[in-house]
Nanobody, 126 residues
């Protein structure tokens, strides 16, 4: 089993920044893809960013140039640096871990992930 715990969410003004962390424990699957997804009220959970074991990133179009995903395998931790935040970025952000290698397309798909954190709330005020 893999346990994932997100932290770093909060309330920020539009244009501000936050850094989310996702700490993994248990069978950490450091060799596999990890991702960030988000879910706004009344909407489906959607892909935000993913990172391969080697550090190759993939981003949803709506965060390109604003968000940066990274990972520290030695610390079993993944990060999401969020800059230039907008009110539409308000959501609960979830980290996820795969247990098998994923293609880039698979890494952008919610159902391919096996383990999920409990989520952290990000609220951007306009």
């Amino acid at each position: 089993q893999v346990q994932l715990v997100e932290s770093g969410g909060g309330l920020v003004q539009a244009g501000g920044s936050l850094r989310l962390s996702c700490a993994a424990s248990g069978r950490t699957f450091s060799g596999y893809n990890k991702g960030w997804f988000r879910q706004a009220p009344g909407k489906e959970r959607e892909f935000v960013a993913a990172i391969s074991w080697s550090g190759s990133p993939a981003y949803a179009d709506f965060v390109k140039g604003r968000f940066t995903i990274s990972r520290d395998n030695a610390k079993n931790t993944m990060y999401l640096q969020m800059n230039s935040l907008k009110s539409e970025d308000t959501a609960v952000y979830y980290c996820a871990s795969a247990s098998v290698p994923l293609t880039t397309a698979q890494a952008m798909t919610l159902r391919t992930y096996d383990y999920w954190g409990q989520g952290t709330q990000v609220t951007v005020s306009s």
